[in-house]
Nanobody, 125 residues
């Protein structure tokens, strides 16, 4: 069964950068869609970014340009580079993967079968 292990995150000042990684137990390319979501305290889980089976990338509103999702050459790790962070980016970040997901479901966290453990990102002002 697919397993996702996250790393990265932590505390950063506003304007700083962080990189999150999501290591998968299976090869991702051409098989799995991988998404990143975040959930701030008391709020709904929010779509951040996704990378499709063919490598195409998708971003949540207002995050494109600051956040970049990528899949490394080993094809079993997906990173989320986050730049120019602000306190509103503070949340627990999760990676997720799914083997059957269609494009219409990329932004919906309920459509993903496999989840990482979550990692806290805190941006101080």
């Amino acid at each position: 069964q697919m397993q996702l292990v996250q790393s990265g995150g932590g505390l950063v000042q506003a304007g700083g950068s962080l990189r999150l990684s999501c290591a998968a137990s299976e090869r991702l390319a051409h098989r799995y869609v991988v998404g990143w979501f975040r959930q701030a305290s008391g709020k709904e889980r929010e779509f951040v970014a996704a990378i499709g089976r063919n490598g195409h990338t998708y971003y949540g509103d207002s995050l494109r340009g600051r956040f970049t999702i990528s899949r490394d050459s080993s094809e079993n790790k997906v990173d989320l580079q986050m730049n120019d962070l602000n306190p509103e980016d503070t949340a627990v970040y999760y990676c997720a993967a799914d083997e059957r997901l269609k494009l219409s479901g990329y932004t919906q966290h309920t459509q993903y079968d496999y989840w990482g453990q979550g990692t806290q990102v805190t941006v101080s002002s």
